[in-house]
């Protein structure tokens, strides 16, 4: 059962992560691989506030804002000049892989090798159906609630989110209909930098250290969870990062811990062999 | 037609127009012209450029020469949702829909640029045009039936009143006794109502029917132009498009 409430932990961090990446992807077209490293600089942002004194939760909009402004500049100022020239969609991808290492090796540079966390309390322990939860990971998964609903709220009842999925569906026709879609994909990219600054943060405080690298391998569980859900499905990203989350953590108890990404690589190839629209998708669509 | 979705049509020019892709021009030396309460037609063969005219006049794909205006402001290449605020609607020939979201949705998207507090009415004025749309408010557009989905794109577009309607093919893939309904009852009704409609259609017999005047455009320039009546008496025309059978006689729209 502590297996299950690390599978939790693990799903609800990635199910933040997750939406803002397919969502993204579904808007732009931009399979941003550089989203593990945009996560990782955020948390160093919160991290450097939290360590000049400003509390752990206070330094969490450090991290947000951190991820929506580099996200934003990247499509700003790296992707779009790029799509301009229409390049083919090995380019963006290879670019986009660019750019991941320069931000998780610049930063290691910067910062250096060395493991850091967040001056923050794990709480009071609560025993939940059998799991042992800290006070830390109960206001990780109400986080994670919340943006999960408030994300479903967006792009079902607001004239923005029906925006984004008109975008999303064929953009052409919403710019028809008087969609300024260049606004509606920058938006997207400010939301969904904004989730991933916040999944970095809560991503380093639910491992407890972290250091410029942590995140790198984070781009598998996130492929791993959006195809299994279905590409430009955020409710699919949902499913699929709690899938992963779980199985990850699970199979940690029964195989050696250091191989449970491996389930995550192998259910990335499965859904890419026989299912590569995901289990909710039927075309990418949001 | 409801009186809330009336509208009063300006006219569209082209002048000297040529449009293409990487600046390759598909179609040349174009000069058309729609007025209001008419419905003007542009037939021709396959791959002579009639999407492509259409889709150059709503700024989907680049003017490479000369203006396109709409009442008194030139539009040329201007912005395909500058062209929407203008008052353009234009349907595409296909993904003239957003399958994804549901037919109240997309009704919603149409009405992007009129207030929130607008868009109730507006869509029950929509609804009241196309009342088969009625029962299905909740249903993915992918769902829908090809004529019940044309509705969908007229009504969606009939949701901004527009002044000028561009209608690409309207009637692919449509039951031909849909086909007819959609082009008599609808699309005629929407000129009779004041609006200016300009219509691309493979059905030439069809589409004479309810024009008030006709283009044909041939290797991506105008060949032949005028009144449905006339063009009936034109053996060429009659042999390439109407199957060198007897025309039937044109309406008296």
Redesign the interface.
């Known amino acids: 059962m502590s297996s299950f409430g690390f599978g939790l932990m693990t799903a609800a961090v990635l199910a933040i992560a997750t939406v803002g990446f397919t969502m993204q992807f579904a808007v732009t077209n931009v399979l941003n691989l550089a989203y593990g490293s945009i996560m990782i600089n955020s948390a160093f942002v919160a991290y450097y506030a939290n360590a000049h004194g400003v509390t752990a939760w206070a330094s969490l909009p450090f991290g947000v804002a951190t991820g929506a402004a580099a996200s934003w500049a990247l499509n700003r100022f790296v992707f779009t000049p790029f799509q301009r020239r229409n390049p083919a969609p090995i380019t963006v991808v290879i670019v986009a892989l660019g750019v991941d290492l320069i931000g998780t090796f610049g930063l290691q540079a910067i910062v250096g090798g060395s493991y850091v966390s967040y001056h923050q309390s794990q709480g009071h322990e609560y025993h939940i159906v059998g799991m042992f939860l800290s006070g830390l990971q109960l206001i990780i998964l109400a986080i994670c609630a919340v943006v999960l609903v408030t994300i479903h709220w967006l792009l079902r009842y607001t004239?923005l989110g029906?925006?984004m999925?008109?975008t999303?569906?064929?953009p052409?026709?919403?710019?028809?209909?008087?969609?300024?879609?260049q606004f509606i994909i920058s938006t997207t990219w400010l939301i969904s930098g904004a989730l991933c600054g916040l999944a970095g943060v809560v991503f380093a405080m639910n491992t407890g250290v972290f250091e410029a690298t942590s995140a790198q391998l984070y781009i598998v569980l996130l492929l791993a969870a959006m195809f299994l859900g279905g590409p430009g499905e955020p409710y699919g990203a949902m499913f699929g990062a709690l899938v992963i989350g779980l199985s990850t953590e699970i199979s940690a108890a029964y195989v050696n811990p250091q191989y449970k990404e491996v389930i995550a690589f192998v259910a990335l190839l499965g859904m890419l062999t026989f299912r590569p629209y995901g289990i909710f998708g039927s075309?990418k669509?949001? | 037609m409801s009186a809330e979705l009336s509208t009063q049509g300006l006219v569209l020019t082209a002048t000297g127009l040529s449009a293409g892709y990487d600046r390759r021009a598909i179609v040349s030396a174009i000069d058309v012209q729609a007025s209001p309460g008419k419905v003007v037609s542009i037939v021709g063969p396959n791959g002579s450029g009639k999407s492509t005219l259409l889709k150059s006049l709503v700024g989907v794909v680049r003017v490479l020469d000369g203006h396109v205006t709409v009442g008194d402001v030139d539009t040329t290449n201007m912005a395909s949702e500058e062209i929407a605020k203008i008052g353009i609607g234009y349907v595409p020939q296909v993904e003239d829909v957003f399958p994804p979201l549901s037919v109240k949705e997309n009704l919603e998207i149409g009405g992007y640029l009129l207030a929130r507090r607008e868009i109730p009415d507006r869509i029950e004025a929509v609804l009241e045009f196309f009342p088969r749309l009625k029962g299905m408010m909740t249903r993915k557009a992918g769902k829908l039936s090809g004529g019940e989905r044309k509705m969908l794109a007229m009504g969606r577009v009939l949701m901004l009143s527009p002044s000028v309607l561009v209608l690409d093919e309207p009637t692919a893939n449509l039951a031909p006794m849909v086909a007819t309904q959609l082009l008599e009852e609808y699309i005629r009704g929407f000129a009779d109502h004041g609006s200016t409609v300009l219509l691309v259609e493979q059905r030439a017999k069809a589409a004479l029917r309810i024009s008030d005047w006709t283009y044909v455009l041939g290797g991506g320039r105008i060949v032949l132009s005028g009144a449905p009546r006339d063009l009936e008496q034109n053996p060429a025309f009659v042999e390439s498009f109407l199957g060198g059978g007897a025309a039937p006689p044109p309406s008296s729209d």
């Open positions: 004239r029906k925006a999925r008109a999303s569906a064929n052409n026709l919403a710019r028809n209909s008087g969609v300024k879609t075309e669509t949001l």
